[in-house]
């Protein structure tokens, strides 16, 4: 597998998940303004969409879009316990979350990243995610993770946001189930592997 990639764009999450599911797999770096790869090629080309990540099979299919690629890797290491078994009220339950972050999270994270857009515009985004992410530290009282007592690849995502919202200013230091989860995220050893690759290490 191959895996399309921008440092410490939404692609760290399934860079965090195809490490914590052991899978061999190329890293390739993506320009995201440029739509460009290392060696020049047109990143259009492979994924019209111009976003990462993208996940190339050995088919050579081209999967896209982060909570299908997050799923696929974890039903092709089904030992790890990355997303419970498809078709279960569990695994039902792992898609609300992938769809909360990337509807509820990301979506809402995107005008953050924008350099003309006046800081009250951003100020209003920020007070939407604060309500997104006070959802998360209630149902995260008494668990180690967003499923409970394992690691599945919903976490990653979430990691990937909690370090976007520390980038961005966006202050989680008055929810304190969630810094301690954040914290837990960040001591695991493919985290920190993840970070280490795409040059990231200091981020955690």
């Not at 995107?110 to 995610?129: C, E, M, Y």
Request: glycine fraction near 6%; proline fraction near 6%; include cysteine.
């Amino acid at each position: 597998m191959k895996l399309y990639y921008s440092p410490g764009a939404c692609s760290l999450s399934p860079h965090i998940a195809l490490l914590e599911a052991g899978l061999p797999y190329d890293l390739v770096k993506v320009d995201i303004r440029a739509k460009k790869l290392e060696n020049g090629d047109d990143y259009l080309k492979i994924n019209p969409k111009g976003q990462v990540p993208a996940l190339a099979l050995s088919s050579g299919e081209i999967v896209t879009e982060g909570p299908v690629i997050v799923q696929m890797i974890a039903d092709q290491a089904k030992d790890k316990n990355l997303a419970p078994a498809r078709g279960t009220a569990e695994r039902y339950k792992l898609q609300e979350w992938l769809n909360f972050i990337t509807t509820e999270l990301h979506k809402n994270f995107s005008p953050l990243f924008s350099p003309v857009l006046p800081d009250d515009t951003k100020a209003f985004f920020k007070d939407r995610l604060m309500t997104k992410f006070k959802y998360i530290e209630s149902q995260l009282a008494g668990r180690d993770y967003l499923m409970g007592k394992e690691f599945t690849v919903a976490d990653g995502y979430l990691f990937v946001m909690l370090a976007w919202a520390e980038r961005l200013n966006v202050d989680l230091s008055g929810l304190p189930n969630l810094m301690a989860y954040k914290a837990r995220l960040a001591a695991r050893p493919k985290v920190q592997e993840a970070l280490t690759k795409e040059g990231l290490s200091k981020a955690a």
